[in-house]
Nanobody, 120 residues
Framework: QVQLQESGPGLVKPSQTLSLTCTVS??????????WSWIRQPPGKGLEWLGY???????YYNPSLKSRTSISRDTSKNQFTLQLSSLTPEDTAVYYC????????????WGRGTQVTVSS
């Protein structure tokens, strides 16, 4: 059974950088055919894709957030990490990590999500 678990701070101040980690069990993040993704949902809004990192390690980002987003991985810990800089209150959201198939782009496994609030 594949499981994903997000971890990180629940409250961050404006202008700071958010760092969230997704710990994966039951599958290797270096396995072919999957994109390991970050997605968020602001209150009252829909899901917004932030970016992903496939087995190759090459990263892909939402163009609207690319200048503030960085995704990296630690293969020894089977984790991948999101960093989002220059935070504003508009970055307040539930942040999810998830796995998507490369051919279908369907998300088959999700973390439970972690609430991040940007406030002074």
């Amino acid at each position: 059974q594949v499981q994903l678990q997000e971890s990180g701070p629940g409250l961050v101040k404006p202008s700071q950088t958010l760092s969230l980690t997704c710990t994966v069990s039951g599958a290797s993040i270096t396995t072919n055919d999957y994109y390991w993704s970050w997605i968020r949902q602001p209150p009252g809004k829909g899901l917004e894709w932030l970016g992903y990192i496939p087995n190759s390690g090459t990263t892909y980002y939402n163009p609207s957030l690319k200048s503030r987003t960085s995704i990296s991985r630690d293969t020894s810990k089977n984790q991948f990490t999101l960093q989002l800089s220059s935070l504003t209150p508009e970055d307040t959201a539930v942040y999810y990590c998830a796995r998507a198939g490369m051919t279908t782009m369907d998300y088959d496994y999700w973390g439970r999500g972690t609430q991040v609030t940007v406030s002074s």
